[in-house]
């Protein structure tokens, strides 16, 4: 994936919004918050963040096996590990 795909801008966000979240199980437009309405091409984008997140770029985030009742896909945060 290239870094025009999903900028390290866009990343960083969603990076941040994600570690402000409790543990458990969100829809990519709950992990964005307030910057889901910035986004203009919400399935583009869609695509893009799933890339990220199997290619690991955004940390604690991974992709849930099942899609929601209205066939959204499902995104697990998972709680910030503090080492040391």
């Known amino acids: 994936m290239q870094l025009s795909d999903l900028d390290k801008d866009w990343i960083n966000r969603i990076s941040n919004n994600a570690q402000d979240l409790p543990a458990g199980f969100y829809s990519l437009s709950a992990i964005c918050g307030e910057d889901w309405r910035l986004i203009d091409n919400v399935n583009s984008?869609?695509?893009?963040?799933?890339?990220?997140?199997e290619l690991g770029?955004?940390?604690n985030v991974s992709l849930h096996?099942?899609?929601s009742k209205a066939d959204i896909l499902i995104y697990i945060v998972k709680a910030n590990?503090?080492?040391?």
């Open 45 to 53: 984008f869609s695509r893009k963040f799933r890339r990220a997140v």
């Open 57 to 59: 770029s955004i940390p």
């Open 65 to 67: 096996t099942k899609k």
């Open 81 to 84: 590990e503090i080492c040391g």
